[in-house]
């Protein structure tokens, strides 16, 4: 199965995007787009799919992908306590070449951003820290917004995150080998 393209629209009054999908299950939507995506999902467990790292994930899933990985979350039961919920924080590499360049304080997220290419995960622990923040962006105006999502970055790296994706794995040109090992896997779903 080959991953779809998704473009991802930015709104006028923002420099990145934010979105709350609420649904009654995480249907697998295999896809990528050239912006980083933070997720956080809470009231959901199912399987995970990251470039070819396959894993079950629950309630509390904070995870980080760079720029063209392949990815879809699909859940297997409907939320215990209403809908499935997904934080989805969408920025691109400008935004933040141009952080980094207008605060050097945000110089130290260069590195594992670069990592997060095969995707980065945090413990449910961090997650469980972070959530009221995230909590807090669907109602917040943009700039407040803004400043949640600096908030948030800037508690990512107080732990290291691990790495999804094996080594191998390319998401900017989705090898064929590798297509070939995952179409019949992600056919059969």
């Known amino acids: 199965m080959k991953a779809q393209f998704e473009r991802i629209q930015h709104p006028d009054d923002a420099s990145w995007r934010f979105f709350l999908r609420e649904l009654d299950t995480l249907p697998f939507e295999?896809?990528?787009?050239?912006?980083?995506?933070?997720?956080?999902?809470?009231?959901?467990?199912?399987?995970?799919?990251?470039g070819d790292h396959i894993e079950a994930y629950q309630s509390g899933d904070l995870v980080l992908l760079g720029p063209n990985l392949?990815?879809?979350?699909?859940?297997?039961t409907p939320g215990q306590a209403g809908p499935h919920r997904v934080y989805v924080l969408w920025f691109h590499q400008a935004w933040v070449d141009g952080l980094a360049r207008q605060f050097?304080?945000?110089?130290?997220?260069a590195p594992w951003l670069d990592?997060?290419?095969?995707?980065?995960?945090?413990?449910?622990?961090?997650a469980s820290d972070l959530e009221p923040l995230f909590?807090?962006?669907?109602?917040?105006?943009?700039?407040?917004?803004?400043?949640?999502?600096?908030?948030?970055?800037?508690?990512?790296?107080?732990?290291?995150p691990?790495?999804?994706?094996?080594?191998?794995?390319?998401?900017?040109?989705?090898?064929?080998?590798?297509?070939?090992e995952l179409s019949p896997i992600l056919d059969s779903l």
Do not use: C, M
């Open 135 to 160: 909590e807090q962006l669907p109602g917040a105006s943009a700039a407040r917004r803004l400043t949640l999502l600096l908030d948030i970055l800037i508690a990512l790296q107080e732990e290291a």
């Open 70 to 76: 392949p990815h879809s979350w699909a859940s297997q």
């Open 115 to 126: 990592r997060s290419r095969r995707g980065l995960a945090w413990s449910h622990k961090l």
């Open 104 to 109: 050097p304080e945000f110089a130290s997220l």
């Open 162 to 180: 691990r790495t999804l994706a094996s080594a191998r794995f390319h998401g900017e040109t989705l090898a064929e080998p590798a297509q070939r």
């Open 30 to 50: 295999w896809h990528y787009h050239p912006e980083y995506e933070l997720t956080l999902t809470v009231n959901s467990q199912g399987e995970r799919y990251i």
